[in-house]
């Protein structure tokens, strides 16, 4: 399976600033995800990174809050705006194949609590 | 209604015990099914797709039975190396994937 880099691993920020998580794959992968997963719950599905165009949000998610880009095939980025304590959780990307019956491999998550 | 629904657990259960979880879903046109393990403070890793005949890697056994809509897995001779969340995934033609919440498993000494 791909080999998912995630940086950073784990960030402590102040309220009110920003931080953008990067997701890199050792080749060109058809899908990419982001998750958010808090303590104690199952994965929650944040965007759907589309290469060269608009990441698909979902409910509960906007862009503004959670802006996101896929320049190429192995390559996503997803920044935290504006952060509050709410927003204190682990980040997953995931990738997957086209197919319906690829499963998705995860990034190792970035740790991220906000003071 | 959720789409995947799976035991809450938290299932304790001695070593060399033989313990399993199920996982029923709501939609009859779901595609392909996975099972995930996923360690304290880390990321989901595949344990094993599951396929329509059932199929085993070692001491588990995955199953789906699409009539009742669930899947299931059994893991035998549990070992202390198995405590772990597992998590069921369904996902459909739309390239969609739907977590359940996760079953909590510890093996005890």
């Known amino acids: 399976s791909a080999v998912i880099s995630q940086k950073p691993s784990r960030d402590i920020c102040q309220r009110g600033t920003s931080l953008t998580i990067q997701c890199q794959v050792d080749s060109q992968v058809t899908m990419m995800f982001w998750y958010r997963q808090q303590p104690g719950q199952s994965l929650t599905l944040i965007a759907t990174?589309?290469?060269?165009?608009?990441?698909?949000?979902e409910s509960g998610f906007v862009i503004d809050k959670f802006p996101i880009s896929r320049p190429n095939l192995t390559f996503s980025t997803l920044t935290v705006s504006n952060m509050s304590p709410e927003d204190s959780s682990i980040y997953l990307c995931?990738?997957?194949?086209?197919?319906?019956?690829?499963?998705?491999?995860f990034g190792d998550g970035t740790r991220l609590s906000i003071l | 209604r959720k789409e995947v629904e799976q035991d809450p657990g938290p299932f304790n259960v001695p070593e060399g015990a033989t313990v399993a979880f199920n996982c029923t879903y709501s939609?009859?046109?779901?595609?392909?099914f996975f099972w995930y393990r996923q360690d304290c403070r880390k990321e989901p890793k595949l344990l094993m797709s599951v396929y329509s005949s059932g199929n085993e890697d070692g001491r588990f056994t995955a199953q789906l039975n699409r009539a009742s809509q669930y899947i299931s897995l059994l893991i035998r001779d549990s070992k202390l190396s198995d405590s772990a969340t597992y998590l069921c995934?369904?996902?459909?033609?739309?390239?969609?994937?739907?977590f359940g919440t996760g079953t909590s498993l510890t093996v005890i000494p």
């Open positions: 995934v369904v996902s459909n033609t739309g390239n969609q994937f739907y």
């Open positions: 995931s990738v997957a194949g086209g197919g319906s019956n690829q499963p998705q491999h």
């Open positions: 990174a589309n290469q060269g165009s608009e990441a698909t949000y």
């Open positions: 939609n009859s046109a779901s595609q392909s």
